[in-house]
């Protein structure tokens, strides 16, 4: 259990490691061009899509980069986070994240 333990902090240090490069040069395509845009260095509200459910792994990946899992959307992969700003790329360089988006109250139409 313990070895277990120790295996997964390595490899979720070994990620955060591994793209502290990237977050520094350019913004990920898997952001959405308004999150991207955002000029925020505070926690923001996002929707992280995923191809598959989301591992432990992941959700503890989001943890320990400051993130806070608000909600989860099984039946399309996602979860609703509030994460620092500083840390989408890292969270997008996850090959199983499909998309990230901002999180954004949605109003009724009428027509």
């Known amino acids: ?40 260095t505070a926690d923001v509200p996002v929707i992280v899509q995923y191809y598959k459910a989301p591992s432990t792994l992941e959700t503890g990946l989001l943890g320990l980069l400051g993130g806070v899992v608000n909600l989860v959307l099984g039946t399309i992969n996602a979860l609703v ?22 999180d954004r109250a949605v109003n009724a139409r009428q027509t």
């Open 81 to 102: 986070v509030t994460v620092p700003y500083r840390n989408l790329n890292t969270i997008a360089a996850n090959s199983n994240v499909k998309y990230i988006s901002l």
């Open 1 to 40: 259990m313990l070895r277990s333990g120790l295996r997964i902090a390595f490899f979720l240090s070994l990620l955060i490691a591994s793209t502290t490069a990237i977050n520094a040069q350019t913004t990920s395509s898997k952001i959405s061009p308004d999150l991207a845009a955002e000029p925020s």
